[in-house]
């Protein structure tokens, strides 16, 4: 019986050490390196990281280096680590000037950021970061396949930093802080003309202005709406403004 139980036991861990490669074997870059992409395709995302890394640390002057950190990356990415896949693609584009994988990894970096990106209503630090490499991309890469959909990112991020004006201003509205509303139908009015929020912009500064009597900045207002929107000068609240604007009436304040 005690023979069959230490048979099975060596039998086991002969099992084991047969499926479980010994990776310092691997001496040469090019080993280390293609057995790391092996990895990373079946998804052993941690074995991939090591070996990728080991690249990096024995054989920093071969050519898989550039491929290597591009793979951490990618890695990073696949576990929607954004942060450290990030900085890993930033490393490579700045590491490896010479690199053909430059390019992708610079359109990846802004990925990151857009997968980052949160609600319009959260902190927009990482959506303006986004739009940032985006840009900078399609300035880099005008011919490139991927640059329509880096301006497809970069019109719908800026959609998000509209909304979350115009929610700030249409907040400041209700709670009858008209100056403060100003401020945020400005720069809806000044950074996103292309927005949906562009043209309640102006109506929403206009309220504002005749709210705090300020008549002739309003009239102003409306003529530059006018210009700016002339199939619509004869709206029925662009009429109602400029009735209230020539009799020095405030216009009712929103309900609570």
Known sequence: MKKIIIFSILSAIFLVSCKTPDYKL???????????????????YLEAQSLFEKIKLQFPASIYSDSSQYYLGEIYFSRKEYILAAYSYSLLERNYPASLLRKDARYKNALCYYKLSPDFDRDQEYTKKAIDLFNNFKELHPGD??????QKKVSELTKKLAQKDFATAELYAKIEEPKAAIIYYNSIIENYVDSEYFE?????????????????????????????FPENANRS????????????????????
């Not at 001496?27 to 990895?39: I, N, P, Q, W, Y």
């Not at 396949?145 to 880096?150: C, G, I, K, Q, Y």
């Not at 102006?202 to 700016?228: N, P, V």
């Open 26 to 44: 691997l001496t040469t870059a090019k080993s280390v390196f293609e057995t790391g992409k092996k990895l990373y395709k079946e998804k052993d």
């Open 145 to 150: 396949s991927l640059f329509f959909d880096a």
């Open 200 to 228: 309640q912009a102006f109506t929403g500064k206009i309220k504002s202005q005749i709210l705090m009597e300020s008549f002739e900045k309003a009239r102003s207002t409306i003529d530059l709406y006018k210009k700016r």
């Open 237 to 256: 609240d662009i009429k109602e403004f400029e009735r209230l604007i020539a009799t020095g009436i405030n216009p009712p304040q929103q309900s609570k």
